[in-house]
């Protein structure tokens, strides 16, 4: 059973599903990938995650790093969840790039290199924003490149933790 919720951030709508136990989704509306996520069946319900969650982006939405992350499971390839694993590493206030994602994972995998769009794919498709911080990677040089959110929340994302990003929206 999918469970749904929804909550109002300095960014507009936000959108909350559950399985029950965790946190299976994030999403601003209209964002890419949301709606294939989203079961027809699924039922609006005040589950104690949605409280967690709600409660972890308040202190978020008010510049601060809220620690740790209420319990998440979302779902995807093992690709994906593993380049997921990677993101949930970078800090607060703190950026990456694709391309270190990349390396880090071919790392990880024993292999000398790995595809930085592959891993870019991946990122793309995290169902849960904010928490899962696909906001915080860049373009090597720096650029703001992708998000499914939408550049201009991708921008107000990285400002509100501190960072100035450096090339226009």
Not at 39 to 54: C, G, N, R, T, Y
Not at 72 to 79: H, N, V, Y
């Amino acid at each position: 059973m999918q469970y749904i919720s929804h909550d109002s951030s300095l960014l507009g709508e936000i959108l909350l599903s559950s399985d029950g136990s965790a946190l299976t989704g994030l999403w601003f509306p209209g964002q890419r990938y949301a709606q294939r996520l989203l079961h027809p069946s699924a039922v609006e319900d005040d589950l104690p995650i949605f409280a967690q969650v709600k409660a972890w982006l308040t202190v978020y939405f008010q510049g601060k790093d809220p620690g740790p992350i209420p319990r998440l499971r979302p779902e995807g390839t093992p690709f994906q969840r593993d380049v997921w694993q990677l993101l949930l590493r970078i800090p607060y206030g703190r950026t990456t790039t694709y391309k270190a994602l990349a390396a880090q994972l071919a790392g990880q995998r024993g292999l000398r290199s790995m595809s930085a769009q592959a891993v870019g794919g991946a990122v793309g498709h995290n169902p849960i924003s904010i928490l899962v911080p696909c906001h915080r990677v860049i373009g090597s040089d720096g650029s703001l490149t992708g998000y499914a959110g939408g550049l201009e929340r991708k921008r107000a994302l990285l400002e509100l933790e501190g960072i100035s990003p450096s090339a226009p929206v």
